[in-house]
C-alpha cells in the first residue's frame, strides 16, 4: 500500500500539492488499514490526511540542503530502469 509514498524533498520543479496530498492520502490509508474509509471514519480519515499534507508542506519548506536539486526525469528513468531488473521487460 505505501510503495505510492515517493520522496518529495530537493527536485526541481518542487513538489506539488498533488503529489504531497498523493503520499499523505497513502500514509493515513496504510495507518489506517483501510483503502477508504466507512462513513463512520469519512471526516477523521479527511481530516487526518489535510494534516499530514500540511506537515509535510511545512517539513519540505523547512529543509536545506547544499546538494544540487534532482531531476524528476532523470530519477524516473532510474526508476524505470530499475523496474526493468527487476520485472524483466514490459510486455
Known amino acids: 500500500m505505501c ?49 499530514v499534507a500540511a506537515a509535510t508542506t511545512r517539513l519540505l519548506g523547512a529543509l536545506v540542503t547544499s546538494a544540487a536539486p534532482r531531476d524528476r526525469e532523470v530519477e524516473a528513468t532510474r526508476a524505470r530502469a530499475r523496474a526493468e531488473k527487476r520485472f524483466g521487460q514490459a510486455a
Do not use: C, M, W
Open 3 to 51: 510503495r505510492n509514498i515517493r520522496t518529495l524533498h530537493n527536485f526541481e520543479p518542487p513538489a506539488t500539492e498533488d503529489e504531497i496530498r498523493a503520499a499523505a492520502l497513502q500514509y493515513v490509508r496504510k495507518v489506517s488499514g483501510s483503502q477508504k474509509p466507512s462513513r463512520a471514519n469519512e471526516v477523521a480519515f479527511g481530516r487526518a490526511v489535510e494534516e
